[in-house]
């Protein structure tokens, strides 16, 4: 009979935690013992992908199919650990493709039962966030979290480890999202956001781009006339016949689309007198970003907290992180967990707590 918590101790500092991640295109294993991280293994079908010009759902969802329990097998043995160390199982339910979802989370099921271990469902954002606690042990809230991936792009106030306000977000494209679409414009191969930064590295930030994005509106975003202004831009100069430099074009979209993201997250901080700034989401491996808001935070006194750049992009690790947030909290999930492909920013942690788990929290 599964009774995940009948001999497991919810009040364990260090649980063990094996956190498993296929939302897109890596398929992800990762091994942590409170905030140490024993183990990050990864196998990524983006080569494949690339042939392509960007995700195609079902070879994501195969590829996803092939590799994980390999993978799991590995992040296992590499961490040092036997089986029956692992306390609980976290996965990502959502949000993200969701045939690729639902091979982790059928997987995780599985292997929960097989164990007779908990199993914790994850919002795949929320481990974005939960990956600066694993940069920083020392880390405790509150602070202020920039979140910029391909999918969400937000700033917020984290008063908790369970609990943020969003005090601006996206009004339209998310920045990763837009990263991608500029690169397609100019011909650049996927994953966009990579190429367009190794592209601006050879170029100046000297074309106009829409000012809208400079400031005001409070502390949301606007990306959709942006990529606009980029796409325009580069089809007037073709249709005329005259030559434009792509790393022109990616340099000044890069500055565009980062410095508002600097401007505010610092203004956030000083409003909210928080004296520590977080980031989380692909975008944070941008270089371009990174080198400015950490000499925007010296300017001003505060703490930056920036996760290496593999920990910023899909990992584990992150929804290993917030799987241990969600132990501490007892919130657990039952076999008929299900994946979600969308997922509101808003939305507290919707996990299917077991009859079990309630039970225990009740005692």
């Known amino acids: 009979m599964y009774d995940p918590l009948k001999n497991i101790d919810l009040n364990k500092k260090d649980p063990i935690i094996l956190g498993i991640e296929t939302s897109c295109d890596e398929t992800a294993a990762a091994v ?10 990864i196998a990524s079908s983006a080569s494949i992908q690339a042939l392509y010009g960007g995700v195609v759902p ?37 949000a993200g493709l969701l045939g690729a979802l639902l091979v982790g989370v059928s997987f995780a099921k599985a292997f929960a039962y097989a164990l007779n271990k908990p199993l914790i469902a994850v919002n795949h954002i929320r481990g974005h966030l939960a990956a600066a606690y694993l940069d920083s042990p020392d880390l405790k809230p509150p602070f202020v979290t920039l979140l910029a991936s391909g999918g969400h792009t937000a700033i917020l106030y984290t008063k908790t480890e369970s609990e943020f306000e969003i005090l601006g977000a996206t009004l339209d ?18 994953p966009g956001g990579p190429n367009i930064e190794r592209c601006a590295l050879n170029g100046q930030a000297n074309i106009p781009m829409p000012k809208m994005l400079k400031g005001g509106g409070g502390y949301n975003f606007s990306y959709s006339g942006l990529k606009t202004a980029v796409i325009n831009y580069c ?8 030559e434009y430099s792509k790393a022109d074009v990616a340099a000044s979209f890069q500055s565009a689309a980062v410095d508002v993201l600097v401007e505010k997250v610092i203004a956030a901080a000083k409003e909210k007198r928080s004296k520590c700034v977080t980031v989380g989401g692909g975008v944070a491996a941008n270089g371009y970003l990174r080198q400015s808001l950490q000499a925007a935070c010296d300017k001003y006194g505060l703490r930056l907290v920036l ?26 999930a039952d076999m008929s967990l299900n994946a979600k492909a969308s ?11 077991s009859k079990a788990a309630k039970e225990k929290k009740e005692v």
């Open 32 to 41: 942590i013992c409170g905030r140490k991280i024993l183990s990050d293994e």
């Open 58 to 94: 079902e070879i994501a969802s195969r590829a996803h199919t092939d590799y994980v329990a390999d993978v799991v097998e590995r992040a296992v043995k590499n961490a040092g650990i036997s089986y029956q160390d692992i306390d609980a199982v976290a996965v990502t339910y959502g």
């Open 307 to 332: 996760p290496e750049k593999r920990y910023c992009t899909d990992n584990a690790a992150m929804i290993a992180s917030e799987g241990l947030v969600q132990f501490r909290l007892g919130n657990f």
């Open 173 to 190: 494209d998310a920045a990763g999202e837009a990263f991608d679409k500029v690169a397609r414009v100019l011909g650049l191969k996927y």
């Open 343 to 353: 997922i509101p920013l808003a939305a507290t942690l919707e996990t299917v707590q």
């Open 235 to 242: 089809h007037t100069k073709e249709q005329k016949n005259e």
